[in-house]
């Protein structure tokens, strides 16, 4: 008997050394198993989960995907890939690359007697050349164009087919009478597009964030993002629990994860690009630089003839979305876009609530009404400048716009962690109605991230859109494409026109189909005679706008 109570003495006392240790073991690793609201703190691995040829597998992560959203993705990346360039010689010779200096264009002649009439295309022959002269042999370039009369203040944009030998061609619908001038702009030469695409998959770190940690007197501040490289270092798992957005931090030295209180970009790395390849991406050079005509640069379009079948150009099977004439924008098919004044505006948005969502180009858009609209007065929420969240009130007229930035990734700083909402959530909590106007824009921020970031963003949103309408089919969803910009090396590598091109071809993908109002920034900022900016000057932020209020009040105007 005294064997045995000696013995159950000896378990007795080896089970509570063990239940001793497992409490201080839970203890002293508490920091990686806190949670937080919407998210969880754990030890993760950096992997991909998609099996896609085209996915990045260094150290990005990305969440999940169902069966359908991958083969839409797999579809998506096939369908927007950009054509490949030769293999160029280490180092890289500027020689060999398209020198716009030395391409041309040359306008196609058009029905017999070399007439153009409203409502024919016009099409021009682009041949693209090396520094030395000599006709390129591939594709790959990217070249904008544009026909326009500055003094009827007219403007469309043309559709540039690449036939991947060296010469493109650029079709334009002719849609007023007069004078028509084409441009035609060497954005990137296709070699530089190769750089960019290395960028994307090499370096989707080149623009950084950080988050600050407190508790107390003490602070931390660690590096944050969807594609943290590896170390020994623990990560806080910030992945949204609705919608499953990854984000990440690692973890500091002597804080939990849950003493995170704000995001902000913390900066660029520099010299990522070597000497030669940075040659790639010279202002007044090879970088968003004119091509010059071999001939006329301007045609007379006369007016349409009743019966006379119209020229059209076998190379294209789309037109532009719209025009401008006499400053004003013309939106072809859908909308049918009205001027509108203060007056009118306000009048249309009566009783409404507007809910903007996105990045600062959508935040331009609030400002503008803040401005324009005397009754909208702004409810001061005490928010930083650019992040907000904003809200405005017009009592008189029983109206409510509000703007808040979307989640990380976003340039903003600093940010209040318990201001970081995803836009899918926001529209989960919207009830909607014939009085709710949704407005999102998201595109500017995901520049230097793999393509498959920005594609489960929209997803995701797109879910939330379509849970919207069918719970409220008279709600009203707006959303903004991206546009062009003002370019230079740095810009070029961050947030280039090349990558904005690439995320609206996405984006129209991902909605096409829905019920929502597509306003198309890119063209109406492309066809406007004034420099490109990533904010626009407020001509075209006016267009915008009543595109958006005609979108509201289709039969209304003023």
């Known amino acids: 008997m005294k064997a045995t109570a000696c013995l159950r003495k000896e378990y007795g006392a080896l089970l509570l050394c063990l239940a001793a240790f497992v409490v201080i073991f839970v203890l002293r690793y508490m920091d990686n198993l806190q949670f937080q609201p919407k998210s969880t703190i754990i030890m993760v691995a950096?992997?991909?989960?998609?099996?896609?040829?085209?996915?990045?597998?260094?150290?990005?992560?990305?969440?999940?995907?169902?069966p359908e959203d991958a083969l839409e993705e797999n579809l998506i990346l096939d369908s927007t890939a950009w054509p490949e360039t030769p293999l160029l010689p280490a180092p890289i010779s500027l020689q060999q690359t398209s020198d716009p200096a030395h391409s041309t264009f040359t306008i196609l002649p058009g029905r017999k007697g070399g007439e153009w009439h409203v409502g024919d295309q016009l099409e021009v022959m682009i041949q693209t050349s090396d520094f030395q002269g000599r006709p390129k042999k591939s594709g790959g370039d990217f070249l904008l164009a544009r026909l326009h009369n500055r003094k009827l203040e007219a403007g469309v944009v043309g559709q540039v087919v690449d036939h991947l030998n060296g010469s493109y061609s650029a079709v334009f619908s002719l849609l007023w009478e007069g004078d028509a001038q084409v441009e035609l702009t060497l954005?990137?030469?296709?070699?530089?597009?190769?750089?960019?695409?290395?960028?994307?998959?090499?370096q989707p770190d080149r623009m950084y964030f950080k988050s600050l940690f407190r508790s107390g007197s003490l602070s931390e501040t660690t590096h944050c993002s969807v594609c943290l490289r590896p170390t020994q270092q623990p990560l806080c798992n910030y992945t949204d629990l609705r919608t499953g957005e990854p984000w990440f931090c690692y973890k500091p030295k002597n804080l939990s994860c849950d003493t995170r209180i704000n995001h902000f970009r913390a900066g660029s790395k520099q010299n990522f690009l070597n000497a030669n390849e940075e040659k790639l991406f010279q202002s007044g050079v090879n970088l968003k630089v004119y091509i010059w005509a071999s001939g006329p640069t301007n045609v007379t379009v006369l007016p349409q003839k009743e019966g006379q079948p119209q020229v059209k150009s076998s190379n294209v099977t789309s037109g532009p979305s719209g025009y401008?004439?006499?400053?004003?924008?013309?939106?072809l098919g859908g909308t049918t876009v009205h001027e509108f004044n203060a007056s009118a505006i306000s009048q249309c948005l009566k009783g409404k609530v507007v809910h903007m969502y996105g990045d600062s180009t959508v935040r331009q858009w609030f400002e503008f009404l803040n401005a324009a609209?005397?009754?909208l007065k702004e409810f001061d929420l005490h928010s930083l400048k650019q992040a907000g969240p904003y809200m405005s009130l017009d009592n008189a007229n029983n109206m409510l716009v509000t703007y808040r930035c979307h989640g990380p990734p976003i340039h903003f700083y600093p940010i209040s962690t318990r201001e970081l909402r995803y836009i899918a959530n926001e529209l989960d909590d919207l009830v909607g109605g014939p009085n709710t106007v949704v407005v999102l824009g998201i595109w500017a921020h995901f520049c230097t991230f793999p393509m498959e970031i920005y594609i489960r963003r929209l997803q995701s949103i797109r879910r939330a859109v379509v849970q919207l309408l069918d719970r409220a089919p008279d709600t009203l969803v707006v959303i903004r494409t991206g546009n062009p910009r003002a370019l230079n090396l740095f810009v070029s590598l961050t947030n280039s026109d090349w990558h904005t091109l690439q995320l609206n071809k996405v984006l129209r993908a991902m909605f096409k189909g829905l019920?929502?109002?597509?306003?198309?920034?890119?063209?109406?900022?492309?066809?406007?005679?004034?420099?490109?900016?990533?904010?626009p000057p407020p001509p075209i932020i006016r267009n915008m706008i009543n595109h958006v209020v005609s979108s509201i009040c289709p039969q209304n105007g003023g």
């Open 187 to 202: 954005v990137h030469p296709g070699e530089a597009i190769s750089v960019l695409n290395r960028l994307s998959k090499e």
């Open 46 to 66: 950096h992997q991909s989960v998609s099996t896609h040829p085209h996915m990045n597998r260094s150290f990005c992560t990305f969440q999940p995907l169902s």
């Open 515 to 535: 019920n929502v109002h597509l306003i198309d920034a890119w063209e109406m900022t492309l066809a406007h005679h004034l420099p490109h900016n990533i904010h």
């Open 373 to 375: 609209l005397p009754g």
């Open 324 to 331: 401008y004439y006499q400053g004003v924008w013309r939106a």
